[in-house]
């Protein structure tokens, strides 16, 4: 199954470039289309369309969500053991792990670049992801990493 | 059956002529006999082209999609329901069915229904029956008829029809009349439209006129820049002089004159200056011009709409004509609704209809789904009704209230993002151009209005500014020697009357419409720029970057020459005014 794209696209390219799949393919002004081998049905495009010209795997119109509504995952520090398989993942590189791999944390290092695609909740083997819609602006990674910090200054 | 293009200048604009040709082409092919006919605006002007096949009207035609609405009707082909408005009284889209729902259609009843070149489809159409009844009627009996429907003049003044025609007729002299469709105020379009699109009507009224005050000569003043409309009216002279109308009853010679586009020659003495090969100036009145006029003969100028509504008087009958409208303001009135909503195009609804059911019903409110701020009616003449006002029935006497005027018909309508200093500035800055500088107060009161207008938009204003544009306008309107600049001040008076905070907030260089460029900063709200960077291909100085990574795009300030492109563009309203 996979979304699709309705003739009320107008060509704006904001879905091809968030898609975390390249799963889109179009050109400005012209009607883009997604590729269904490529789509992981994440419902990123649909919530970028300003056109509502997104359509999910249900043939459901995907209501669009501002970027400051959209989920983000957050790291359960409780059970996130830093594998980094979410960094490997995510397609935009907005994660990164502070300490040494299997034995430090997962944060997200890069809000602005972190489109909601929830592949780093998917990959999870530990469950410690999880997303929330919480606003943008108040996810702040210098606190985040200050945090974490003084977290593993802590347990050391 | 007929297929009937709405060829205005606004369909005409939008492609009518090459819908008209690929009509003419699938009819030519099908091998059908079926007439296919250039008409004026349908009415709503922001679906053209629009097309009527039958009862059925389509909007947004293109040339490829003739051949599916032909065969809808004449061959077994599936209904075009996409592009269908209506369906004889039905709306098929609901948009264009409230667009239709609130309005009384009387001026505009043939307009967009008949061929206005052929003289013969008028007829079909019950044209001149107003100008035979008035024969049965006779002069007198045809003046009684107007006084009874109590009709006032469309141009802007509200001036009772008949008791100008009462004045004019007893009048010694060789007596003229004159159509006046110089129509100059930004955003007014009713006379073009009605000259457009229904041609004979207009003469049919200068017809009755003529009989009732016993005029020799008929002039329709058109301005140059009306191509279309003076093309038609002067096709229409020709077709009605050669069907012998009118016949030995009147003697009466019609003929176009070209305007050439002076806001003033509005004004009936510098119109007739103007007639006369002279400067566009008005002059002092009294004598007025139904007492001297065209080279000293009495002379009776009436609009347009005016006249169109005399052929419907007379042919409907005054009570019946009455029905529409308050005791006072009987009748409809035609408005050309632009600016700030859904649904654009030339309207017609009965006096004493509310600004609201105008602008909220019948428009559709604001285009971009933030809330309204005011509607401006009458043109540089007129003013601002806030929309706090908006339940305002639309009158002569209602809209003096508020410090408007009815004016000829503009209706301009503008949402939040709208800065009513701007558009005071925008107003003075027309009338400052076009004031004709004979009278002292006009010529440089206009002028210092207007630059204190801009001080106070460049951020440059202070509080003695605001004082004198309140003192200056009330001597301007006083002063002034005709209308033109004697109504100047309203848009600054009514705007400071609903607005003065707004004036307020730009003594302290901001302006809280965002309309002001010298006032106001773009930026890119990073939290919702989807980077689709429309913008960033828009700006014309590369003010805006884009980083590889992120998905915002970023604004230079220091580059960023305020054109507002950018959020033109922006389909995520990402971009923020302050």
Known sequence: ?156 | MRVAIGSGSCGLAAGAAAVRAAFTEGVRAMGLEVPVVPTGCHGPCYREVTVRVGKVLYGNVTPDRAQDILRAHFADGPPVLDLSLLRGAEAVDAGVGAFFAAQQRVVLRRCGEVDPTDLSDFLRHGGLTGWRRALELGAEGALGEVEAAGLRGRGGGGFPTARKWGLARRAPGDRVLVCTGDEGDPGAFMDRNLLEGDPFAVLEGMLIAALVIGATEGIVYVREEYPLAVERIEAAIGALREAGVPGPELSLELRVFRGAGAFVCGEETALIASLEGRRGHPRVRPPYPVEQGLHGRPTCVNNVETLANVAAILSDGAPAWRRNGTARSPGTKVFSLTGDVRRTGMIEVPLGTSLRTVVEDIGGGSPRGVALKAAQIGGPSGGCVPTALFDTPIDYEALVETGAIMGSGGLVVMDQRTCMVDVARYFLDFTQRESCGKCSIGRIGTRRLLEALERLCSGQGNAADLERLETLSEEVRKGSLCGLCGSAPNPILTTLRHFREEYEAHLQARCPGGGCRGLITFGIDPYNCEGCERCFEQCPVTAIAKDGLLIALTLDAGTCIRCGGCEAVCPFGAIEVS
Request: glycine share 6%; with cysteine.
């Open chain 1, 1 to 156: 199954m996979a979304h699709t794209i309705t003739a009320d696209c107008t060509g704006c390219l904001a879905c091809l470039r968030q898609c975390p799949t390249e799963a889109i393919t179009g050109a400005r002004d012209a009607l883009h289309v997604i590729t269904p081998a490529l789509c992981v049905d994440c419902g990123v495009c649909g919530f970028v369309c300003a056109d509502a010209a997104v359509l999910d795997a249900a043939g459901a119109l995907v209501p669009r969500l501002p970027r400051d509504r959209r989920p983000r995952p957050i790291f359960d520090e409780t059970l996130c053991n830093g594998c980094a398989l979410c960094v490997e993942f995510c397609p935009f590189d907005c994660i990164e792990v502070l300490g040494p791999r299997y034995l430090g944390r997962a944060w997200l290092s890069e809000p602005m670049r972190c489109v909601s695609c929830s592949e780093c909740e998917l990959i999870c083997i530990k469950g410690a992801v999880r997303m929330e819609p919480i606003p943008l602006r108040q996810l702040d990674p210098t606190a985040a990493l200050a945090r974490l910090r003084a977290l593993a200054e802590a347990e050391s």
